[in-house]
Structure formats: structure tokens, C-alpha cells
């Protein structure tokens, strides 16, 4: 009996780290994004999101495969093969940008809470400390595994889709690739890249394959991991797309937070979309609370070497658990400052991983192309063509979206 | 003392005053002496990297390093066996720090003259370092931290330098096998294997029974196959087991089959048994008296041996077989601590300190047996199979395995610092 569920055991086991950091992509920033898109441009940006997708599974797989084949988290490896001082600005910036998605992370929870009618203030504080707690005091595996059915609650985007009922034509010319010569619609093509292949995604595949103790050997497991999560991930943000494509776009209505797209079904989807669309967002926003914490601190970790590890107690790892307790309270609380000027915030945060996209992409593709590091795994030929030019095209949206958001402040 | 990390960069010059480059690199000969020598300096020039050795050296310091020749080799630097770099391959690595039984990170690395020759004496852990290295020259040089530890004291993982480098691991025989194990768990594959290697069977085998069974059996799975059969027969039984029970059945048949087959034997008995079942908890490996044998006679017996059980707290009292029936066990009459017979007369048989003790099944849960010591504050619980013979005992250690299965647990994770 004990070797059945051995040999069932690395599938269940080896769907965690993919998963979980796809859906965590969908938290209250990319939300308002999609939300966005879909509002302001209806179907036709449904095209980007599949090439976005591609782009994404090829990137998490390059650091799925850096922790299995080095058996090391990114900062350790940065550590490792770069000079210290672009170690320390990598880590820095990463610091900050992951500090400043925390508080948008907050800002979701508190948004999700005010649809459900339930105060900011309780809200807030309530979620940071269960996230404390759950991590704090459950092992690593229980909280993957919380985390994950947490997850499932996503489901709720596909079901939102169905509800809204898009007429079939329109959706399938969305699918269609087409450029408009539209400052906006750069724009938010570059949103979209931003908030999707987020620079903490990618950390916290490599450092779950390495506290997974992920080999080579059971590396097509993870790789099966990473397809299917980044291709979920994928699937709910069109479901946003299209459900707010087909009820705020025919309208007219923008949209400037994710509470506006909810607030925004309602009349026209019934209470139901909205209910849901909350329920969504408050398991998104929640399971992001809780990986970014994590993913910072693990990386500050491996980079600083200072003891690791949420399956440590308090006193086994005092400085770990110190960071990453601070990151949340800090998260938290800047988020209930009133009269923050939310979406200024929010917009500042992803022009940060705007900048950093590109750095981080760029150490990757060559951590991947090392022969010393990777040997026979490292990227080859016609593949590493590939991604430099995925790095590329990616490097030019975050620095146009970088140009337009400094135009816009400058000129407007 | 000099601080590694401060001189690269600076000038390298030549005796005329000419600049031949900057220093880009040291190269040490890592297995020489418990505190390496320099072997020389790697010097660059615009996109050429070429050698200088130590030989050569004429005055080091941080603002230059000057050399004692106007012939230089031009050739192309090229590294060989039982070389290092240290901006390379050991500034911003990991080390394992004998002493303090954990894995750090170098933050920087010290230099001293020593037997006429520069050596690396020390490694820096301390977080000062990193901040001497990120500020520039001018501030940094005031940052100076307290935490170095001596090469001599240090292990340094070949795995760090890309190239195959022969390391001396005697060091590492020092630690103790749960600290070796914790280490174990917390590096990387590569680096754990590398260790692993390095110490022989024995040593092998008591620190894979304290490591992780998602590591132990990633290990073993790459090794050599002959080794892995020495170190499971090296293993306590129900180690080999459970290990063994990890590993594709495949492979697990043909390490039993390298196995001496007594020793396969014990194991493939106690693989018999469900994972948390006293048969495979159980030690095979019990001392044993007659009923009529004096003190003397069985303290007599036990010196005579060569070797005696870990932790031997109790032996059982056993009838006398039948010599007529050829049986294949012994009947349990009950059990006498080896504290009591250190004390009593050395003529009264075992009969007269014989105490009745509870048994238990070899398919009962571990946990029972666990609870029977705990209620009955015994050191050992014999074991009875379905003929009523006695096939081995629990003991106090192996209960605590079974009662704290989290902290054995946690031991495994891979996360330390």
C-alpha cells in the first residue's frame, strides 16, 4: 500500500510551486489590469494574453529548471555568479518592488472586504495576522497545501465568464492579432506584461523547487507543474477579460480599481458576478499576501545568509521570521493610511517592476545559458534565440511604459 | 591581515613602473596546507587574463602589487588540478564551518604571510564585509566585523569551483552525524553528495540514518551501487529498511543483492513489516540469558563478546531450549536491567531478578509499544511474533522516533542557515 501512494505522491506533490505562483499573478493589481483591458478595449486584447502566457511558461520554466538543475534559490545564485554590488541593487530593487505589491496586495483584501460590506480596518489587520499565523505556525507543506485550496477559488473568474454569456464573433476576433496605433493600448499591453510575468513569480518557483528538494530526475513532474499553472493563470485572466469585456466595454464604463469592476457587474450581471468576482479577488489578493512575505524573505536570505526557512520556529530563525513579519505589517499598514492616493500607488509599484523586468529577465536568460552552472541543461541554440528575444521585446514595453508614465506625470 | 576583496582591481606593476594590468583574480593550491598558499596572480588587461606566480611577488599592499621581474609570461591564463580562485570561487560561496556545525556564506577572505609564503588564513562571515565590499574604497575600508573563522576550521566545498577539484574532507570526520546530517539536508544535491562521498561507510551510514528520506534516497540513487550496498549494511536494520522502501523497487532489489545476505536478510525480515509497525521499529539484536545463568557467569558472557548493543539497558531472561525439539526460537520468561546485575551478588541466577514484562506483536503499531514503555517506565519491550517466540525488543530511543515524528520531521528540512 505504501509504495501506491508513493508513486502518486510526486504528481500531487510536484503540482505546488507553478500553481501557486500563476495564481497568485491574479492578485488585486492584475485584476485591475485585466479589468481594465477589458473595459477600455472589450475582446481585442485577448491576443497579447496568449503571447504573455507563452512568454510566461517559458520564463518559469527557465527558473524552475536554475533551482532543480543548481539545487539553488536566484539569490543564491546571483550571490554567486555576479559582483556584489549588481547583487545588491538586483536585491534591493526586488525588496522594494515586493514590498510596494504587498500593499497593493492589502489594498485588494481591503477592497474585496468593502464589497462584502466588512470595514477596511477590520479586514485588513484580520488578514494579515491569519497570514502571520498560517505560516508561522504550520509547517511548510500544510501551508502549501492551504494555500492551493485557497487557490481554487479562482475558479470563480471562469464561472464569471460563463455568467456575463460574450457573444461568440466578437470573442473569436479578440483572438486575432492586431496592433492599434494607440497610445493606451501600448500602454496597457505593457500593463498587462508587467503585472503578469512578475519578477516575485519567478523567485518563488525557483526557491519552492529547491525546498522541494526537486532533482533532475523528477524535474518533468515540475515542468507538467509550471505548463499547467501558467496556463490556468492564463486562462483566468482572459475569463476577466472577457467578462469585463462583455458588460463594461459595450457601456462605455472605465474602470479604476478591481472594486469598480465588480461594483460594475452588478447592475448589468446580477449579484451573483459580484459575489463571486469578490470571492475571487479576496483568495487572489490572500494567497499573494502570503507568497510575496515569503518569497522576499527567502530571498534576502539566501543572498544575506541569514537561517531560512518557515519550517523553523521562532528561535531557530529569529531574523527570517523578523523580515518577514515586518514585511507584512508594513504592507498592511500603509494600506490602511487614509487618503493614500491608492492608485498612484499602485501604478508606482508596477512601474518599479517595470524597471526591474528587464534586469531580472536578463539574469536569468544568462544564469540559463551558463555552461559552467547548467551543463547539459542549460539552453541551447534556436531556445536561447528564443528567449533573448522574448527578454528583448519585454526589456522595450517596460521602458515605453516607463517613457509613458513619465510623459504622462511631466505633461499632465 | 589582508583583505582579499580590497585588492582586486588594483594596479599590478611591473619593476620598470610600468602597469601590466589589474589584479583580477588570486590563485591558491587548495589542498597544499591547512592554510593554502598563494600559488599566484591573475592580472588583466583589457580582455587578456594572464598569470603571474607568487614567486614573482615583489610587494603586496592595497594600494598596488608590484612585481620583481620585467619577464612576464604572456601567456593566457588557464586553470589546473588542486587550483582556486578566490574572487571566484570561494568569495560569495558557501562553506561549511567545522565549529560552529553549519553552512555560511564567505563573505570575504583573509590573507596572511605565514612560512614565507601569502596564505589564506580566514573567511569573513561577518555582515561588515559585505558592506566594505558594496561601498567604495574610501568608506568601506571602515567597515571591519568580528565573525572569522579560520581556514583551518572551515571545509571547503569543491563543488564551488567549476572545475574538478580534488578537496581534502578529513575535517568533516570531526562532526557528528545528526550535525553532518543537518548539513546534509540544508546544502544543495551536488554539494550533499559531495560530502557524502568524502566520508567512508560507516560514517556514511550513521549520517544518512539522520538525514531527510527525500535526500537519503536521492543519494542513494545516484551513487555507486557497491557503496550503497556497504553503507545500507553499515546501517542498524530498520534504517536500511525504511530507506530501502524509498527507493524504486528496481533499484532496491539490487542493492539488497550486493548486500552480505545476513545482513540483506535482517532487512528483507524487517521490510516484511508495515513502516510503522513494531517489526520494523524493532532491534533484531537482543542480548539474551537462561534462567539458571549467574550474574557472574552472564557479565562473564557479555565482556566476552566483541561487541555489544548501542544503549544495552536490559537483557531477557529466555527458557532453556529443549535439546531434544529443534526449536527455532526462544520462550520469554521476563526481563533484568543491566543495572541490576552490576549490583547483586554474583551467584544468584538469573531466575531471582527475572520481572515480568508486557510484550507486544510485531504487526502492532509502533505507537502501542511506544505507550507501554511510557506507562510502564521500561527501557525495552520484547517483542513476541504469532509462535510465541521472542524476535526482538523496542526500546526507550526508538519510542521517541515514533512520538515526535514532527521534530524528526522538521530535522529533514532542507531549510538552514
Sequence with gaps: MKSLWKRWWPYLAAVGPGLLAA????????????????????????????????????????????????????????????????????MFTLFVANLGIIVSE???????????????????????????????RGSYARV???????????????????????DPDALFQGFVPHVRNDSDYIMLIVALVGTTISPYMQLYVQSSVVEKGVSMSEYSYTRVDVM????LAGIVAGCIIIATGAT?????????????????????????????????LLGASLLAAGILPLATTYMLSESLGFERGVSRSWAEAPVFMGVFTVLLAVGAIVALIPGLPLIDVLVGVYV???????????????????????GNYRNHGAYQWLVWTIVGVVSLLSLLYIGYQIWGAVAG | MIFVSQLMGIPVIARNGDEIGVLHDIVVYINEHHYPPVGGFVVRDRRRRIFIPAQQLG???????????????????????????????????????????????????????????????????????????????????????????????????????PVQLKVSYTRLQEMSAVDLARIVDALSFRESAEIVAALDDETAAETLEEVSDERSADLLETMDQERAADILEEMTPSAAA???????????????????????????????????????????????????????????????????????????????????????????????????????????????LVTDVPTVHPDEPALQAARLLGEYNLTAVPVIDDAGWLVGAISVDDALAVLLPDIWQRRGARNFG
Design chain 2, 59 to 161: 610587494a603586496l599592499s592595497y594600494q598596488a602589487i608590484e612585481i620583481d621581474t620585467t619577464r612576464i609570461s604572456l601567456d593566457m591564463f588557464v586553470r589546473r588540478d588542486g587550483e582556486v580562485l578566490l574572487n571566484k570561487d570561494v568569495i560569495d560561496h558557501q562553506i561549511i564551518d567545522i565549529n560552529g556545525r553549519r553552512i555560511v556564506r564567505v563573505n570575504d577572505v583573509q590573507m596572511s604571510v605565514f612560512d614565507g609564503v601569502y596564505r589564506v588564513v580566514g573567511v569573513d562571515v561577518s555582515p561588515q564585509a559585505l558592506v566594505r565590499r558594496i561601498l567604495p574604497r574610501r568608506y568601506g575600508q571602515h567597515f571591519v566585523g568580528r565573525q572569522v573563522i579560520s581556514w583551518a576550521d572551515a571545509q571547503y566545498l569543491a563543488s564551488a569551483a
Design chain 2, 242 to 352: 525504511d530507506l530501502l522502501e524509498d527507493l524504486d523497487d528496481t533499484l532496491a532489489a539490487q542493492l539488497l543483492a550486493r548486500m552480505e545476505p545476513e545482513e540483506a536478510e535482517d532487512v528483507k525480515e524487517l521490510l516484511a513489516y508495515d513502516g510503522d509497525s513494531v517489526g520494523r521499529l524493532m532491534m533484531t539484536d537482543v542480548v539474551t540469558a537462561f534462567p539458571d545463568d549467574t550474574v557472574a557467569m552472564v557479565i562473564a558472557g557479555l565482556k566476552a563478546r566483541s561487541e555489544l548493543p548501542d544503549q544495552l539497558t536490559e537483557l531477557f531472561v529466555v527458557e532453556r531450549p529443549d535439546e531434544q525439539h529443534d526449536e527455532p526460537g526462544f520462550t520469554l520468561m521476563g526481563l533484568v536491567r543491566v543495572d541490576q546485575l552490576l549490583l547483586a551478588d554474583p551467584d544468584l541466577p538469573m531466575s531471582e
Design chain 1, 106 to 136: 492589502f489594498v485588494g483584501i481591503a477592497a474585496a472586504a468593502e464589497l462584502f460590506g466588512v470595514s477596511r480596518y477590520v479586514a485588513v489587520p484580520l488578514a494579515a495576522v491569519c497570514i502571520w499565523l498560517l505560516i508561522t
Design chain 1, 144 to 166: 502549501e497545501r492551504i494555500l492551493l485550496l485557497l487557490s481554487a477559488v479562482f475558479i470563480a473568474y471562469v464561472a464569471s465568464a460563463f455568467l456575463v454569456k460574450p
Design chain 1, 23 to 90: 495564481s497568485a499573478g491574479n492578485d488585486a493589481g492584475g485584476i485591475a489590469t485585466y479589468a481594465s483591458a477589458g473595459a477600455q478595449y472589450g475582446y481585442s486584447l485577448l491576443w497579447v494574453m496568449i503571447l504573455i502566457t507563452i512568454a510566461v511558461a517559458i520564463v518559469q520554466e527557465m527558473s524552475a529548471r536554475l533551482g532543480a538543475v543548481t539545487g539553488k534559490g536566484f539569490a543564491d545564485l546571483v550571490r554567486e555568479n555576479f559582483p556584489i554590488r549588481a547583487t545588491a541593487l538586483i
Design chain 1, 228 to 231: 499547467i499553472g501558467t496556463a
Design chain 1, 248 to 280: 463594461l466595454h459595450p457601456q462605455g464604463i472605465a474602470i479604476e480599481t478591481a472594486a469598480d469592476a465588480a461594483r460594475a457587474l452588478a447592475p448589468l450581471a446580477g449579484t451573483n458576478a459580484t459575489w463571486l468576482f469578490g470571492i475571487g
Design chain 1, 352 to 374: 518599479l517592476n517595470g524597471l526591474l523586468l528587464p534586469i531580472e529577465l536578463v539574469v536569468i536568460a544568462l544564469l540559463v545559458s551558463n555552461q559552467e552552472l547548467m
